[in-house]
T-cell receptor
Framework: GDSVTQMEGPVTLSEEAFLTINCTYTATGYPSLFWYVQYPGEGLQLLLKATKADDKGSNKGFEATYRKETTSFHLEKGSVQVSDSAVYFCALGDSSYKLIFGSGTRLLVRP | DVKVTQSSRYLVKRTGEKVFLECVQDMDHENMFWYRQDPGLGLRLIYFSYDVKMKEKGDIPEGYSVSREKKERFSLILESASTNQTSMYLC?????????????FGPGTRLLVL
């Protein structure tokens, strides 16, 4: 079945460092891809999404490009802030109702 | 603004108790979902509903049931709580039936079963 694999955390960075969180997927069709973020004590909120190959999603300085050839949707940010500390989930939508989530990657940004 | 609310942020229950988790959305969405979140496992779908009184099993429905009597409200029921149901429970809703659409999440209920 379809699945999502993302890098294990925690990822610890200093403020203003470059961030990459890797996400790869397995799917039989043409899924949509999402990044959700969970701040401490809160539910998940959509960070960005891409619905077809070569689309780039972007929001709040974060970017991810849907790469069909490498089945990847890596999350990047050029300069992280302390306020970006959270858990990031990569997810795949492959049917009318279901989202398949990766295990989550915790990001810690130090001042 | 989109809003999904859950009845409790924290709950402590005893083994064997019947537990109700309530979720309400104010966006007139057709679809609602219950997930549980466990460390290292991400989110796993328990049940979802695509219309009032309609429900479908997700990946881990055992030990759970759901109820959707009104469009805006989706309840998760643990018929007889067990310690392995200690977890974070997240409710979500989505407007339509396509997989490109965003799911909107509530703040979660952290349940401890003793």
């Amino acid at each position: 079945g379809d699945s999502v694999t993302q890098m294990e955390g925690p990822v610890t960075l200093s403020e203003e460092a470059f961030l990459t969180i890797n996400c790869t997927y397995t799917a039989t069709g043409y899924p949509s891809l999402f990044w959700y973020v969970q701040y401490p004590g809160e539910g998940l909120q959509l960070l960005l999404k891409a619905t077809k190959a070569d689309d780039k999603g972007s929001n709040k300085g974060f970017e991810a490009t849907y790469r069909k050839e490498t089945t990847s949707f890596h999350l990047e940010k050029g300069s992280v802030q302390v306020s970006d500390s959270a858990v990031y989930f990569c997810a795949l939508g492959d049917s009318s109702y279901k989202l398949i989530f990766g295990s989550g990657t915790r990001l810690l940004v130090r001042p | 603004d989109v809003k999904v609310t859950q009845s409790s942020r924290y709950l402590v229950k005893r083994t064997g108790e019947k537990v109700f988790l309530e979720c309400v959305q104010d966006m007139d969405h057709e679809n609602m979902f219950w997930y549980r979140q466990d460390p290292g496992l991400g989110l796993r779908l328990i049940y979802f509903s695509y219309d009032v009184k309609m429900k479908e099993k997700g990946d881990i429905p055992e030990g759970y049931s759901v109820s959707r009597e009104k469009k805006e409200r989706f309840s998760l029921i643990l018929e007889s709580a067990s310690t392995n149901q200690t977890s974070m429970y997240l409710c979500a809703s989505k407007e339509g039936g396509t997989y490109q659409e965003t799911q909107y999440f509530g703040p979660g209920t952290r349940l401890l079963v003793l």
